[in-house]
Each structure stands twice: as C-alpha cells, then as structure tokens.
C-alpha cells in the first residue's frame, strides 16, 4: 500500500511564498514522475509542474520562473516552491506520482490535497 501526504499549504498575502510538500509512504515501490496539479473554484484541474526520475523539469507557463518543482528521492518527498504568489494561484493543490508497486504495472496516486489562499 502506498500513500502519498501533502503539507504545507495555507494562508498567504500576494507577493508571499510556500513551499508544499508530498511524501510517498509505504514499501516496495518505486517513483517515476512526479507531479503537481491544481484546482480552483468552478474551474478543471490543472498540471503545475512535473518532474522526471531523472530531475527534468517542465511548468505550467502560469508558474514559470515563480514556481519550483524539486524531488529528494531519498525521502520519496517532491516539493513545490512557490514564490511571487497571486490570488490567481488560489486552489487545492494535489500532488501525483506514477509509481510501480512491486511487479506491478505503474500507475497513478494521489494525494489528499492542500489548500493555499492567497489574498490580502
């Protein structure tokens, strides 16, 4: 069984910054892609950022040089920095991995979800 669990998230004034957190829990897995997602009011969810296993990077042009994706794959921990925020960036953000369990084909988890309000 694997989980994955966000922190981080919360009030903050435009201009501010967070920094989101997801660790994956369990054993006997393994993490490929890692991503971030979010989700406003009345609006679809949409992808932030994704790194590969290898570190590549790629971001929504929404969050382009404000918003940084890093992993610690020592901790199966991927984070996202989040810097010169907007009330526009208010969401729930998610996090998502594809991850192999065991011999298992790899597919993707979730996580709970963290609420980051950014208004004055």
């Known amino acids: 069984q694997v989980q994955l669990v966000e922190s981080g998230g919360g009030l903050v004034q435009p201009g501010g910054s967070l920094r989101l957190s997801c660790a994956a829990s369990?054993?006997?897995?393994?993490?490929?892609?890692m991503r971030w997602y979010r989700q406003a009011p009345g609006k679809q969810r949409e992808l932030v950022a994704t790194i590969t296993s290898g570190g590549s990077t790629n971001y929504a042009d929404s969050v382009k040089g404000r918003f940084t994706i890093s992993r610690d794959n020592a901790k199966n921990t991927v984070y996202l920095q989040m810097n010169s925020l907007k009330p526009e960036d208010t969401a729930v953000y998610y996090c998502?991995?594809?991850?192999?369990?065991?011999?298992?084909?790899?597919?993707?988890?979730w996580g709970q979800g963290t609420q980051v309000t950014v208004s004055s």
């Open positions: 369990g054993s006997g897995f393994s993490i490929y892609s």
């Open positions: 998502n991995a594809a991850i192999r369990l065991g011999v298992n084909p790899p597919r993707d988890y």
